[in-house]
């Protein structure tokens, strides 16, 4: 399949037969001839996809429906045996433990200490950051700064602060004991700082955003109008800011459920299970107890929430969202 | 109305809650671990300790890390944006059976969260021979359904009048593509590369699981491994965040419009 | 209702100055029109009335309040945005309802003012639509119901029909007028169209970089404008200005363009001599000039345009510059390329200084 494309209109005219494929260019919308012409599009639209779809397939679908048929296989407690068929009842006992029902209640219980603080402080430091004054760039460079952090850094960053010994916590009058990590009634509180901290740049830059797609023109009529600061911000800022608060939650609470690196780094789930978040749990059961069945149902497990738990945002949520055109 | 001294100082002081970590973290970097013990705790690094970084680079293999980044988020970057664009062009300029169905399909993939793959990714890596290596790391995350939709919105923004010109003089599609289509959708291909970039940089749960030294150990990871090797070094973990941290705030500061363009493609617009 | 004045108002944003001391008065139910071309300051001086802006220099009143101090919230003022400025997310009823309650007004009596206001515009019909199911001229219509709906001290207007489409632009220009003589407000309306500003005002306030040009009635403004901008500007086609030197004519004095001599009567000659002037610029009115025989200036005829009621001749001089004639169809066309002779009447002949640009007084 070549598209030479060089010969230019008249050239690519003079040879009559070849004419459709030599100046074969951007396509007529129209024209739904099946010839020869029509054949190399179709061709070379599945060419293009074609390199996407393979990874698709092989690291995502397969996956995906492979790991529900795992859940129907029991993994053996010592390796070298084979497993064995036990159909739904792995899902119902994995489902029905405790361990999970704590896990699930750690993970919910984390979105809702980080999802909606994140977006308020987010919204606040929009707010701030969006007024005219001079030099404010700077400080918008300032709050998006934790961009440029990866969970992992703020791990380590933060475990190092709240280290009872070399962190400065004690300094700052805060000697909780155990220390806060070590902490089981506030392990969950501090791992949910450092998310709150980590994500602030992403949640400013998106807040800052939907800010400023509210035309000026809209706060500046409310201001003729006589709505005061206050006002203007319940009734024109905030509606109108509604569809990105909406992404903020459903993303925002897509990747709460999926916190990994915090956890691995600072509390490995402890102490006591009181951080032991879904995906933590799904890496423990793989990793260190090799159990491919069990890990596979918590997988699809989380899934499943995850999807649920979208859907309902959608329906609920999205009705109250105005969108402004 | 607060006045304007009122908000410049409501500013700094959450400028400066907000950078303090990051701070402090440069300053302990360059203290000695009984400086960073001691209490009141030192602010600012009267003999900057230099050697920490060495040491993290050295020792710690934070050098070794990141080159392994650097490679694997290349690789990847490189990978998503070229598969989205050519993805993305098809799906913006040609017609072809199913391809409704099929955006569809690519778009699905967001709906997937990485855990459920992993359990098989691994034994596929695995099965191909790949742990433990480049290859590992980076074929699983070559294609993204969020690229492909970016790109396709960016070239579905081509004038119809471009298409019917180059067309007119010939243009095969291969040229189209590589001519005008992709310069004109720069910012989208900018903003995809930067943000695709700050995914991989700062990937954890897929390096951890399909790496085992540090010969192919990215970043993330080794920060981990650097903090539980010296945990009564403080310093040397704190020069190992910096180095970690340091390419991001570059890129930061150099793509600061691209990132907020990639970042807030699908939120404003609803 | 209130009268509105800005004393020598000035307004500077950064080392630029936008608005360069002000002075102007709308009386008490006045029309005014603030016109000229973009970046004339226009603009940013009715977003200082409103108090969106404030004035680096200078005072402003509404009635007998000097405003400097009060935020736009509590000017009392309405003003009708470009773009129309609706919030898209509330109803066209919540939109119009918007001004009242923020000024504290009981429900029932919101809803009763609300619905007045919409029937003077004619929108009972769409209350409850919102902004982004409307069309155009109907949206600009919510937009003047939020404006009246609580009988502010005055209107302002930021070129409000310049979003409409011709037909529509002509019949909401009628609608406005006769809006603002039932209703006897102030009115301060900005725009770049002459033509609006010729029907519709009371009187027409021109500003040219920041700076008042000319202030008066339209018919005043276009028979005796003060300067070459407001000469230029006002009228279409503009008027022509043709440029020539001084000479003198024995004790009198004309303007000399190529091989021609213009006398110019002694009322302005002896403004010239005392003046000592020595280059003038001439303007006169494209319908004011005739195609004659016993015309005076020597023209070549460039392109003859046909506009099926009247006829452009453009016109080269001698020197090379260029008038156009307006005739009447019925008038006999001359033909392109030939040469003729142009004539006027000298009460229609306007005189300004070349060097200040002013009009000079007989």
């Known amino acids: 399949m070549s598209f030479t494309g060089d010969s230019g209109t008249l050239g690519a005219l003079a040879d009559v037969g070849e004419a459709d494929q030599a100046t074969e260019a951007v396509p007529r919308r129209r024209g739904k001839r099946f010839g020869r012409r029509r054949r190399r599009e179709i061709g070379l639209a599945y060419l293009l996809i074609l390199p996407s779809l393979l990874i698709f397939g092989v690291f995502v679908f397969y996956p995906f429906f492979r790991n529900f048929y795992l859940g129907f296989y029991k993994t053996p407690p010592f390796p070298g045996l084979p497993r064995h068929y036990v159909g739904f009842d792995q899902y119902r006992d994995v489902l029905t433990s405790q361990d999970f029902v704590d896990s699930l209640k750690t993970t919910v219980g984390f979105a809702l200490l980080t999802v909606p603080t994140g977006i308020i402080l987010g919204l606040l430091l929009a707010v701030l950051a969006n007024q005219k004054l001079r030099g404010v760039g700077i400080y918008r460079t300032i709050f998006s700064s934790t961009i440029a952090t990866s969970v992992a850094v703020a791990a380590v960053i933060f475990g190092t602060l709240f280290n009872p010994v070399v962190g400065l916590l004690p300094w700052l009058g805060i000697n909780p004991s155990p220390p806060i990590l070590d902490n089981p009634d506030l392990a969950l509180l501090g791992v949910a700082v450092i998310t709150i901290w980590q994500t602030l740049g992403i949640t400013f830059i998106l807040m800052s955003s939907g800010l400023q797609a509210i035309p000026e023109e809209l706060h500046e009529a409310a201001q003729v109008d006589g709505a005061g600061p206050v006002r203007r911000f319940w009734r024109v800022t905030l509606p109108l800011l509604s569809p990105t608060i909406f992404f903020a939650v459903v993303v925002g609470s897509i990747f709460a459920f999926q916190t990994f690196g915090q956890i691995d780094i600072l509390t490995q789930g402890g102490p006591l299970k009181r951080t032991n978040v879904l995906t933590y749990f799904i890496v423990k059961t793989l990793q260190q107890d090799n159990n491919d069945g069990k890990a596979a149902v918590l997988a699809v497990a989380l899934f499943g929430i995850t999807f649920v738990l979208t859907l309902i945002q959608m329906r609920v949520l999205e009705r109250r969202v105005h969108y402004g055109r | ?270 | 209702m209130a009268g509105v004045a800005l004393e020598h108002v000035t307004k500077r944003f950064g080392d630029v100055v936008a608005v360069r001391d002000l002075s102007l008065e709308a009386e008490d139910g006045e029309f005014l029109v603030l016109l000229g071309p973009s970046g004339c300051g226009k603009s940013t001086a009715l977003r200082m009335i409103a108090g969106l802006e404030d004035p680096s220099e200078g005072t402003i009143r509404i009635g007998d309040r000097v405003v400097d101090e009060v935020e736009a919230k509590d000017r009392n003022v309405a003003m009708v945005f470009q773009s129309y400025a609706l919030y898209p997310h509330m109803t066209v009823r919540k939109n119009i309802e918007f001004p009242l309650q923020t000024r504290n007004v009981a429900k029932e009596e919101r809803a009763t003012l609300t619905l007045q206001a919409a029937q003077s515009l004619g929108l009972e019909a769409l209350l409850d639509r919102k902004p982004g199911q409307l069309s155009g001229g109907q949206r600009q219509r919510v937009a003047l119901a939020r404006a009246i709906v609580r009988r502010p001290d005055a209107f302002l207007m930021d070129e409000p029909l310049s979003n409409l489409d011709a037909k529509l632009r002509v019949q909401t220009r009628a609608e406005l007028i006769e809006l603002q003589r039932r209703l006897g407000t102030t009115v301060i309306y900005v725009t770049h169209d002459q033509v609006e500003a010729m029907t519709m005002g009371h009187r027409i306030a021109i500003m040219s970089d920041g700076v008042l040009q000319q202030v008066g009635p339209p018919q005043s403004v276009y028979e005796r404008p003060a300067n070459l901008f407001v000469a230029r500007f006002i009228g279409n086609p503009a008027m022509n200005t043709v440029a020539g030197p001084i000479v003198a004519d024995g004790d009198g004095r004309a303007i000399a363009v190529a091989s021609t001599r213009i006398q110019l009567p002694e009322p302005y000659a002896r403004v010239i001599r005392d003046a000592q002037l020595t280059d003038v610029v001439f303007g006169v009115r494209p319908e004011h000039l005739q195609v004659s025989s016993e015309g005076l200036l020597p023209a070549t005829v460039s392109v003859v345009e046909s506009l099926g009621h009247e006829r452009h001749v453009v016109c080269r001089l001698e020197d090379g510059q260029m008038v156009i004639v307006r005739q009447q169809a019925s008038e006999a066309a001359p033909g392109e390329g030939s040469m003729v002779r142009l004539a006027t009447d000298l009460e229609h002949l306007h005189v300004f200084d070349a060097h200040t640009e002013r009009r000079i007084e007989p």
Do not use: C
Not at chain 2, 217 to 231: M, P
């Open chain 2, 1 to 270: 109305m607060l006045g304007r001294t009122l908000r410049y100082l409501l500013l700094t002081l959450l400028a400066l809650v907000v950078l303090f970590p990051l701070y402090i973290t440069l300053v302990n970097s360059l203290l000695t671990p009984e400086q960073i013990a001691a209490k009141p705790p030192t602010f600012f690094p009267t003999h900057p300790q230099w050697s920490t970084y060495s040491d993290a680079w050295d020792v710690g293999h934070m050098g070794r890390y990141l080159l392994n980044s650097a490679i694997v988020t290349t690789i990847i970057t490189v990978g998503q944006v070229g598969t989205a664009i050519l993805a993305g062009y098809a799906f913006a300029f040609l017609e072809f059976p199913l391809k409704r169905t099929l955006f569809l399909v690519f778009l699905s993939t967001l709906m997937v969260p990485f855990e459920i793959t992993i359990v098989t990714n691994l034994s596929t890596i695995n099965n191909l021979g790949w742990y433990n290596s480049y290859q590992g790391l980076a074929v699983p995350f070559l294609a993204t359904g969020f690229g492909a939709f970016l790109m396709r919105q960016a070239f579905l923004q081509v004038p119809r009048d471009l298409q019917d010109a180059a067309s007119l003089d010939g243009y095969g599609h291969w040229r189209f593509m590589s001519r005008v289509a992709v310069p004109l959708a720069r910012p989208a291909v900018a903003a995809l590369s930067v943000f695709a970039f700050l995914g991989a940089w700062n990937q954890y749960l897929w390096p951890l699981l399909v790496t085992k030294d540090e010969k192919y150990r990215t970043v993330q990871i080794g920060l981990k491994q650097l903090r539980a090797s010296n945990l009564d070094q403080v310093n040397i973990t704190f020069a190992g965040v910096i180095i970690a941290a340091v390419p991001l705030v570059i890129l930061l500061l150099l793509f600061q419009k691209q990132l907020v363009r990639g970042l807030t493609a699908g939120a404003v617009k609803g």
